[in-house]
Each structure stands twice: as structure tokens, then as C-alpha cells.
């Protein structure tokens, strides 16, 4: 597979049409550990096929409510396309739930419950009867999407230039990854002019952001732990998933805790941040092209 190309300079290829690409991946005979010898990379990567499926369709379940609010027609076309992205992401990443993780042997049951039990109970819509609390309600929605958004940009732009094919890994879930992480680079910054659209306020970007960094961090340590436990191949200690993780991560196999929690989050609290700086549309544009599953999608 071509590694994707990182430009030294942003070529700009102009007004990019956020659209839903076909894509067919076959993600049949995968070992668990789709990075050879690197077991918690696998674990952390594959993890994200457990909790991405009900994290994305309560994006376009919140985004087709937002839908008729917004006057903007070009906004309106934006989120028209984020919305048909994030609901093919979320069906793939379903498909290689089953076709990959509980075809391995993991059963994650009890995980799907609770991130069922976030999305659809604590994070649904009001049903206040008073309008503007619904209105509020919804805007904390919608800033919580875009503080989230700006770590699966994040997550793409590693995604792009990460080293996973020096190591041997899958190709297929190499492709899975990329083309989603192309796409999240590609779209960062539809999340961002939605939730500024409905409330232009650098407090309520603090707070979502404040939320979503406790939630990803959170999540990122318990649901390694929880993975790494059902893991039928592999039996590891707390520590050494931990001395694991980090040394995979300066292999370029993981992102940084410090960079994805640190700088990322810092950067993101700039009053004058733009999405823009996240990641580079040319790359993602030219990767999506190239991409083996995309071109599959067409034979
Ligand atoms: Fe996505
Ligand atoms: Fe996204």
C-alpha cells in the first residue's frame, strides 16, 4: 500500500464538497492483533470499532435535528455530507465489530450497553416542554460534538502518518483507519461552524472541551483495560499494558498521550483556533482517492 503523501507545503486544492464516499473493505481472516507482536496497539485501535458505531449515530441523530434550524445553505450542504460520512463510518466500523472483533473471540456485551446507555439516555435530546431549554440543550450537544470532532480530526491526521505499515500491520485495517481518518480531516470543520452557527460563545467551548477531554481519557483507560481483560491471547498487568502502550506510541504505532491530550488540547483552547490547523486537506484528499477500499467500492 502507498504511504500517504504529506506535502511540505498545504497545496491548496480549493472548496472541498464534503460527501459520503462508497467504500468495501473485507475484513475477513484479520488476526486480533493486527499489528504482529504489538497486542495493546491492536487492543487500542480496535477498540474504537466497539465505541465508534453508537458515538456516530448519535452525531447524525443530533445533526438531523440541528438540520432545520440552519438558514445557511451552505452549512445546511456541509452537514448533509458530515452526516452521510459519519453513518458509513459507523457501519463499517460495525462490520469489522463483528466480522473482525467477535469473530476473534471478543465479546464486548457489556461495554456496548453502556455506550448505548451514554448516547441514547444521558446525551439524548431534552423533552422539556420550555423551548428555549431545549434550544440550550441542544447546543451543548452540539459543542460537544465539535470539542470530540477535533480529536477524531486529531486521531486522522495520526492516522495519515502514523507508522503502521513499517511493522507489518493489516492492510485492510490499515485502510479502515486511514479512509475514516482522511474523511474526520477532510470534515473538521463543519462540527466547529455548526456549534459557532448556533452559539458563538468561547465559554461553552470550554466547557465541551473540559467534558470531552475527561470522557476521551477516561475512556481511552478503561476501555484498554476492559479489551486487554477479554483479550483471549494475551495476559497483562495494568502496568504492562501501560509500559506497552507508551512503547508502542514512541514507535508511532499509538498517538502520544501528551500530544493527543496536551498540545492538542491546548492548541484547541486558543481563542483564535481555527480546525484548519488540524491536519492537512490535501493529504486527506489525496489518500481518499487512493484509498484501496474506495476504489474496491467501484470494481
Ligand atoms: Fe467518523
Ligand atoms: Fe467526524
Known amino acids: 500500500m502507498l504511504r500517504p503523501q504529506r506535502f511540505a507545503h498545504e497545496v491548496d486544492p480549493g472548496p472541498v464538497q464534503i460527501q459520503p464516499r462508497k467504500v468495501h473493505f473485507d475484513f475477513a481472516d484479520i488476526p486480533l492483533h493486527w499489528i504482529p507482536g504489538h497486542p495493546v496497539a491492536s487492543d487500542v485501535v480496535g477498540l474504537l470499532n466497539i465505541a465508534l458505531p453508537a458515538f456516530e449515530r448519535w452525531i447524525v441523530a443530533t445533526y438531523n435535528e440541528a438540520l432545520p434550524l440552519v438558514g445557511d445553505p451552505k452549512l445546511a450542504e456541509d452537514m448533509r455530507g458530515f452526516i452521510g460520512q459519519e453513518s458509513i463510518h459507523a457501519d463499517m466500523h460495525e462490520q469489522a465489530l463483528h466480522n473482525f472483533m467477535e469473530a476473534n473471540g471478543i465479546e464486548p456485551r457489556k461495554m456496548l450497553r453502556q455506550i448505548d446507555y451514554l448516547f441514547s439516555k444521558v446525551l439524548a435530546p431534552s423533552h422539556s416542554t420550555n423551548p428555549k431549554r431545549r434550544r440550550n440543550n441542544l447546543c451543548d450537544r452540539l459543542w460537544l460534538i465539535a470539542a470530540l470532532e477535533h480529536y477524531t480530526a486529531v486521531l486522522g491526521d495520526f492516522a495519515l502518518n502514523n507508522a503502521w505499515e513499517d511493522h507489518g500491520a493489516h492492510p485492510a485495517f490499515v485502510d479502515l483507519f486511514r479512509w475514516h481518518g482522511a474523511e474526520e480531516v477532510e ?12 452559539s458563538d460563545s468561547y465559554l461553552d467551548r470550554l466547557g465541551a472541551m473540559a467534558l470531552a477531554v475527561t470522557f476521551l481519557f477516561g475512556s481511552f483507560q478503561t476501555g484498554t483495560r476492559y479489551l486487554l481483560k477479554k483479550d483471549p491471547q494475551v495476559d497483562l498487568g495494568w502496568w504492562q499494558v501501560q509500559r506497552l502502550r507508551w ?5 508511532g504505532l499509538l498517538p502520544k498521550y501528551r500530544t493527543l491530550f496536551g498540545k492538542n488540547t491546548v492548541a484547541y483552547l486558543r481563542p483564535g483556533f481555527s ?7 490535501a493529504q486527506a484528499v489525496a489518500y481518499l482517492a487512493s484509498s484501496p477500499a474506495a476504489r474496491a467500492a467501484h470494481l
Open 187 to 198: 470534515h473538521r470543520n463543519v462540527a466547529h461552524d455548526v456549534a459557532t452557527y448556533f
Open 247 to 251: 512503547h508502542d506510541a514512541k514507535l
Open 275 to 281: 480546525p484548519d490547523e488540524m491536519g492537512s486537506t
